[in-house]
């Protein structure tokens, strides 16, 4: 399974922002796909990445309190596609988003990150 992220960029405060993750390879449902930061330059372990959002093939949708009402995850399941509409951008949510996809069988898999700057 590989993943490749789209999106990332500079955007001022208040601003929008969409990700977009496209998934490839033997994926079966049921799947789940989410996102994940960790700020640029955080040399701690994968496992150590802050959770944002998750979205599984069903569409059922958990989010971070700290993200509530201001970005909305969504997937195609057609495409084996997740998105990620940012809104009401903060400097505190600059990081490396990470796209994660947990398969049918448990195994997870992550893709390379795109970086997200919020700055005036």
Excluded at 24 to 44: C, K, N, T
Aim: proline share 3%; hydrophobic share 30%.
């Amino acid at each position: 399974v590989q993943l490749v992220e789209f999106g990332g960029g500079l955007v001022h405060p208040g601003g929008p922002l969409r990700l977009s993750c496209a998934a490839s390879g033997s994926i079966f449902s049921p799947y789940g796909m989410a996102w994940h930061r960790q700020l640029a330059g955080d040399e701690r372990d994968f496992v150590e990445r802050d959770f944002v959002a998750h979205i599984t093939d069903s569409g059922d949708t958990n989010y971070v309190d700290s993200v509530k009402g201001r970005f909305t995850i969504s997937i195609d399941e057609a495409r084996n596609t997740a998105s990620l509409e940012m809104s009401s951008l903060k400097p505190e949510d600059s990081a490396v988003y990470y796209c994660k996809l947990q398969n049918h069988d448990g195994k997870g898999y992550w893709g390379q990150g795109t970086r997200v700057t919020v700055s005036s």
